[in-house]
């Protein structure tokens, strides 16, 4: 098979080449992730090839991804000592595009024309090995196979045809050789043949990679002299994939602080380690501190997201939803593709089912930071309660786990606040509901008049001053089998409260006494008032204004208020 020549391109193959040649895309520094994953995979597959089958006696002794940049020709060039390609699978895998979601892509490609929707699709889709042509004007691939003794030589300017020859001295692995494109020489900013850029490129996305990616890097030392060494410039602590016990709280703190640009400690650290039939790994962190665009619209929110340890994307919307927008931390999934787009990734089931468990992980932590650690947790509500709170009105599967890990202020208390369960513990026998006001103010429910016969009877009541409680008191029906009842709503039926019905006779009697002035009352007040009736909430007050149970507009209640209720 391997007689070499000059073979052309598959027409998907050269659409997509086309599309990198002649592209704009602003991110053009993408090409080398996608030749770091694959030299990445090329590694992994060799050491696997040699523990499981012996048909290959390649030394794995020192697998390692190597980067020679040469300014004076002008290329870069990556290589590694992984698995190689056969002469077959380089026609094969190289020569022709055999991927579904490739295919998808140019699809949408063809039915836009506009050039800003190339930038993004090329962004989110990272489209491999092909995407080397977005910087280089030609490619040359030397590859010999672990199991084989012939090597093959592979190269390209991308515009239509390829040639492909055997080679008898190919070391073992995978070498990409790119030839830069002029244009790339005038702009600092896109030189790939400084290591400074290279390295800053490597840090972004690759510096997990499990692999040591090295380069040579010149050193200046302090008499001037200029040395040459070759260093190892990926991390490869990808602190998530080790073992929980292994990872002391310093390395947890230090890897917040990368993340999350945050100078603080983290106050909870999350580990999450999924195995199974869809792996995963997720450090997720929260803060003490809520940043200062908490509640700005425009912040960025979300985690990192990466692939197999290759970055992928920053502030991944779709992990998490908006009320648990200040969580911070990275996502790695095992086996989603490193071509998942921002816009697939809605209706990716894998992606949807780590937001559920993950969303509940924070939860249930939460809840044990609750029992576990309560000053933790006070500081925790402190800073993210307000946020977490969106959460029962958007997120009605985790109502009640949100619920039983809320706060609120209570006439209980000036300083502390209460839990549901500590509210409904201290309910009196024969109290259904649990009884809240809204306001502007602790103060001015305090001063309420409705707030006179609860506070008579010792009943406690919820003081919700924010506007998000205006919003879950409307959509949260009840915590723990009791309904949620303003007290400035409707008739509050307090006799019913556990004093006996010895007091209904004596109303029904006063109702009749007042039946005069009530009407006359109501056809003076007509146009501004419903209806007027005799009360038993109040105790020094002598009358107050009153929402109907189903009069629930929130600018009617703040009308109210302004009118100084
Ligand atoms: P993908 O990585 O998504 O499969 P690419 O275009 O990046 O798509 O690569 C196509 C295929 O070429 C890879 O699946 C792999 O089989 C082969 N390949 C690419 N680079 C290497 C390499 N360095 N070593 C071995 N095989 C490689
Ligand atoms: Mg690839």
Not at 10 to 35: G, T
Not at 359 to 367: D, E, G
Not at 408 to 429: A, G, I, K
């Amino acid at each position: 098979s391997a007689q070499g020549g000059t073979f052309e391109f598959d027409v998907e193959a050269r659409q997509l080449l086309q599309l990198m040649i002649h592209s704009i895309y602003s991110n053009k520094e993408i090409f080398l992730r996608e030749l770091i994953s694959n030299a990445s995979d090329a590694l992994d597959k060799l050491r696997i090839r040699s523990l499981t089958e012996n048909d290959v006696d390649a030394d794995i002794s020192d697998l390692h991804i190597r980067l020679d940049p040469d300014p004076q020709q002008r290329t870069l060039t990556v290589s590694d000592n992984g698995i190689g390609m056969t002469y077959d699978e380089v026609v094969q895998l190289i020569g022709t595009i055999a991927k579904s979601d490739t295919a998808q892509f140019l699809e949408r490609m063809k039915q836009s024309d506009d050039p800003s929707l190339a930038q993004d699709l090329i962004g989110s889709f990272g489209v491999g090995f092909y995407s080397s042509f977005m910087v280089a004007d030609e490619v040359t691939l030397v590859t010999r196979h672990a199991a084989e003794s012939q090597g093959t030589r592979w190269q390209s300017s991308g515009e239509g045809s390829y040639t492909i020859e055997p080679v008898d001295d190919a070391p073992q692995g995978t070498s990409v050789t790119l030839h830069l494109k002029p244009e790339d020489t005038e702009d600092q900013l896109h030189d790939y043949t400084s290591s400074a850029k290279i390295t800053e490129i490597v840090k972004r996305y690759s510096d997990f990679i499990r692999w040591p990616i090295r380069m040579a890097v010149e050193q200046t030392d302090s008499d001037g002299e200029t040395t040459s060494e070759i260093e190892t410039i990926n991390s490869m602590k990808a602190l998530w994939t080790r073992s929980r016990q292994d990872i002391t709280e310093d390395e947890y703190n230090e890897f917040y602080k990368l993340v999350s640009h945050d100078w603080a400690d983290p106050l909870e650290t999350i580990h999450v380690q999924a195995e199974g039939t869809f792996e995963y790994q997720a450090l997720l962190f929260l803060p003490s501190q809520a940043p200062m665009d908490l509640f700005m619209r425009e912040r960025k929110r979300g985690v990192q997201l990466y692939v197999k340890r290759v970055f992928i994307m920053d502030d991944c919307e779709e992990l998490v939803p908006e009320y648990l927008r200040f969580v911070k931390g990275v996502v790695d999934a095992q086996d989603l593709s490193l071509n998942v787009s921002r816009e697939n990734l809605q209706q990716d089931r894998q992606i949807q089912m780590m937001r559920r468990r993950l969303v509940k992980k924070v939860l249930s932590t939460v809840k044990d930071m609750m029992s576990e650690s309560p000053q933790k947790y006070r500081t925790f509500w402190n800073q993210f309660g307000r946020a977490l709170k969106e959460g029962l009105v958007n997120d009605p599967e985790n109502r009640d786990s949100i619920l039983e890990i809320s706060s609120f202020s209570s006439t209980n208390s000036t300083e502390e606040l209460t839990t549901l369960r500590e509210y409904v513990d201290r309910m009196p026998e024969g109290q259904q509901n649990i009884y809240y006001m809204t306001g502007d103010s602790r103060a001015s429910i305090e001063n309420s008049p409705h707030m006179e016969a609860f506070r008579e009877k010792g009943l406690e009541v919820l003081v919700l001053t924010e506007p998000v409680d205006e919003v879950w008191v409307e959509t949260v029906p009840e915590f723990d089998g009791k309904k949620f009842q303003s007290i400035a709503k409707g008739e509050v039926d307090l006799d019913a409260q556990g004093d006996g019905g010895s007091k209904d006779e004596d109303f029904e009697k006063r109702k009749g006494e007042f039946a005069e002035l009530l009407s006359w009352m109501t056809t003076k007040l007509d146009d501004k008032v419903k209806k007027v009736r005799l009360s038993t909430r109040l105790t020094n007050s002598p009358a107050c204004i009153v929402r109907d149970s189903d009069d629930i507009t929130s600018s009617l209640a703040s009308m109210y208020r302004a009118m100084g209720q």
